[in-house]
């Protein structure tokens, strides 16, 4: 059984940039996509960003493109999400999920994933 760890999260200021890291570890003998959530208090879980097994394909919500890069290191077994420009809005616990898939499919809906992580706390301050 695979399991995810996420690290990377903290305070900043409005403007700033973090570094999110999802680091895979266990038995996986298969590809997988994997994304990123994000649940805000009050709030429901809203999916980030997705990436491909292949790294070739990428996925954004709107509010995000642009800001956001996800990327993976498949040798390393670790997924990113690099945070430039975070706004006060961006606030959320983020966690990676993890789905089982072909080398170029694209998951994006929480129903898809079988494996998530427990999160990191994002504050971004005004």
């Known amino acids: 059984q695979v399991q995810l760890v996420e690290s990377g999260g903290g305070l900043v200021q409005a403007g700033a940039s973090l570094r999110l890291s999802c680091a895979a570890s266990?038995?996986?003998?298969?590809?997988?996509?994997m994304a990123w959530f994000r649940q805000a208090p009050g709030k429901e879980r809203e999916f980030v960003a997705a990436?491909?097994?292949?790294?070739?394909?990428?996925a954004y919500v709107d509010s995000v493109r642009g800001r956001f890069t996800i990327s993976r290191d498949n040798s390393g077994n670790i997924l990113y999400l690099q945070m430039n420009s975070l706004k006060p809005e961006d606030t959320a616990v983020y966690s990676c999920?993890?789905?089982?898939?072909?080398?170029?499919?694209?998951?994006?809906?929480?129903?898809?994933?079988?494996?998530w992580g427990q999160g990191t706390q994002v504050t971004v301050s005004s």
């Open positions: 266990g038995r996986a003998f298969s590809m997988y996509g």
């Open positions: 990436i491909s097994w292949s790294g070739g394909n990428t």
């Open positions: 999920a993890l789905k089982y898939s072909g080398p170029t499919y694209l998951p994006h809906t929480k129903d898809e994933f079988s494996v």
